[in-house]
């Protein structure tokens, strides 16, 4: 169910305060613009001057959001006085990159969130660590207010909760998460487009980086391992850029049986980029911690200086007896 969330000091601030800026975190996700832009469009409706405003630009996914062309580089703002200043799922001030500044030169700083470690920066925090993502938190206060949810609003917090539970696929995906989702939908959120926008349509370049990589693939330690490799030529069929690898070590962890898998990707310089994935009980951040990279227990990295095909005769020795110590 919708948890209640009274935040009544933040709902007051916010009719208070005439000329808003919202900010948001550095390589901003669907969560960060999302939760972002609903609120803009929700402070708009109440006849507020809202700048939304990034350190980086919005991603090109995201560019169909409602509302998306509104975003300013730190940079580019160029309007003085904000009454009030609102960040969105920044986890801490860091986060906000270089529109951290304007951030703090606010007489009130607000702040929504749901990251467990924010040290409450602002002066009002309506940040809940267990929400799946900043723009349930976003819905709550809206409904809070009275705001009617548009279809504007729907599309915009539907692309937060979706993108941050993994298209409600992640341990985080709770009922809330679902309720949210239903009031959307009742508010005409056209979900198969939206959901075909954020997951499924992809760029030719990545598609044929992918084909590339599936003709590499490999299975070792009796099926319980599989890999795949890129190497610059890939990249130059495929017209293709480091962008593009994103989420292709997938395919080889996705196999049925396979446990751990890794993407070796060679790059102009001789460095070999590599990113790894497990399942449990299996840990390679152990195996990334061996080439002088780590990251998590089911998800790591590294760089490392080594010809590509030796690097995966490293990398399969190293997988090989993390099958050894969890048998
Ligand atoms: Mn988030």
């Given at each position: ?22 900010c948001?975190h ?61 960040a969105?799922?920044a986890a801490d001030e860091g986060r906000m990159g270089?529109a951290r500044a304007?951030f703090e030169?606010?007489?009130?700083t607000?702040q ?6 924010n040290p409450l920066y602002a ?205």
């Amino acid at each position: 169910m919708i948890k209640a969330f009274g935040t009544p000091s933040l709902a007051d601030a916010l009719k208070k305060a005439q000329k808003i800026l919202l900010c948001t975190h550095i390589n901003p996700d669907g969560d960060a613009i999302g939760s972002t832009l609903a609120v803009c469009h929700a402070l708009k409706k109440m006849g507020k001057d809202a700048v939304p405003c990034c350190a980086d630009p919005v991603p090109g996914k995201l560019m169909m959001l409602p509302g998306a062309e509104w975003f300013k580089l730190p940079e580019d703002v160029k309007e003085e006085g904000f009454d009030l200043a609102f960040a969105l799922d920044a986890a801490d001030e860091g986060r906000m990159g270089h529109a951290r500044a304007l951030f703090e030169k606010a007489p009130v700083t607000v702040q929504v969130d749901h990251h467990p470690t924010n040290p409450l920066y602002a002066q009002v925090n309506a940040v809940d660590g267990d929400a799946a993502a900043s723009g349930c938190v976003v819905y709550r206060l809206l409904v809070h207010m009275g705001m009617e949810i548009t279809l504007d609003i729907a599309k915009c917090l539907y692309a937060a909760i979706s993108t941050d539970t993994g298209n409600f696929s992640f341990e985080n995906t709770d009922g809330e998460a679902f309720a949210i989702v239903a009031e959307l939908v009742r508010a005409g959120l056209p979900l198969n487009e939206m959901s075909r926008n954020l997951f499924l349509l992809q760029e030719e370049a990545h598609i044929r980086l992918l084909g590339r990589a599936l003709n590499t693939l490999r299975i070792f330690g009796h099926g319980k391992c599989a890999c795949m490799q890129l190497a610059p030529a890939d990249y130059q069929a495929a017209h293709a850029t480091g962008e593009h690898s994103d989420g292709i070590v997938n395919y080889a962890m996705n196999l049925w049986g396979v446990k751990m898998a890794y993407l070796a990707d060679e790059k102009e310089d001789g460095m070999v980029k590599v990113s790894l994935r497990a399942l449990p009980p299996y840990n390679v951040a152990k195996v990334a911690q061996k080439f002088g990279g780590g990251g998590h227990v089911l998800a790591a990295g590294c760089r490392y200086q080594m010809k590509l095909e030796e690097m995966c005769a490293a990398l399969e020795k190293e997988m090989c007896s993390q099958l050894e110590e969890n048998k």
